[in-house]
């Protein structure tokens, strides 16, 4: 069975800080996606950035950065210059057939004024 | 576009009671999901369906039941609410059954509420 897991159940940054979120995952796939989404008080999901698997490079869009680790499964969410507006809960989710998504338990992301 | 569009936003039923859950979306996917997300929790899959007539289940389908009619609708059918179904339901379209790094849509959810 594939497995999300996000070890990190709150965090607390200040504005502009940068902050990592972890993200952990097993899959038996050789190519595979996985996504950051993002949750705000209104409970909108919203999708923050994706990762291919066969792809080397590390994904990035604007402020928000991933460091894939594939070796060791591992799937971290940087986000730069932190604002208030980031906060929310974040999920990390892995893609498997038919596009069903495996989600971690999130992360509860403050960023402090 | 309207998008992901689910109905009723809040909704309150007692044990014992039945309901569904409607889930329309505009943009022509062919691939549609239901979600649960449990205080605190990540979401679960508890149906999911590729095409019209074709359904199948996720991780936690016991007690509710799916059909896919049209290739906009997929509603959830909740029979016999239990307090264990206290939960955040979302629908969710994909576009295509091929790349499996595309966006999935949203709708804004559905909280429900068994006492």
């Known amino acids: 069975a594939q497995t999300v897991t996000q070890s990190q159940p709150e965090m607390s940054v200040q504005e502009a800080e940068t902050v990592t979120l972890s993200c952990t995952y097993d899959t038996s796939e050789s190519n595979y996606y996985l996504f950051w989404y993002k949750q705000p008080p209104s409970r909108q999901m919203i999708l923050v950035i994706r990762q291919e698997a066969y792809k080397q490079q590390n994904a990035t869009e604007n402020r928000f950065s991933v460091n894939f680790q594939k070796a060791a499964k591992s799937f971290s969410l940087k986000i730069s210059d932190s604002q208030l507006g980031d906060t929310a809960m974040y999920f990390c989710?892995?893609?498997?057939?038919?596009?069903?998504?495996?989600f971690g338990q999130g992360t509860r992301l403050t960023i402090n004024p | 576009n309207a998008g992901v569009t689910q109905t009723p936003k809040f909704r309150i039923l007692k044990i014992g009671q039945s309901m569904t859950l409607q889930c329309t979306q505009d943009?022509?996917?062919?691939?549609m999901y239901w979600y649960r997300q449990d205080p605190g929790m990540g979401l679960k899959l508890i149906y999911y369906?590729?095409?019209?007539?074709?359904?199948d289940k996720g991780e936690v389908p016991n007690g509710y039941n799916v059909s896919r009619s049209t290739t906009e609708d997929f509603p959830l059918r909740l029979e016999l609410a239990a307090p264990s179904q206290t939960s955040v339901y979302f629908c969710?379209?994909?576009?295509?059954?091929?790349?499996?790094?595309?966006?999935?849509?949203f709708g804004q959810g559905t909280r429900l509420t068994v006492v």
């Open positions: 943009m022509n996917h062919n691939y």
């Open positions: 969710a379209s994909n576009p295509t059954g091929g790349k499996r790094d595309t966006e999935a849509f």
């Open positions: 989710a892995l893609s498997q057939g038919a596009q069903k998504l495996v």
């Open positions: 369906s590729v095409g019209a007539g074709i359904t």
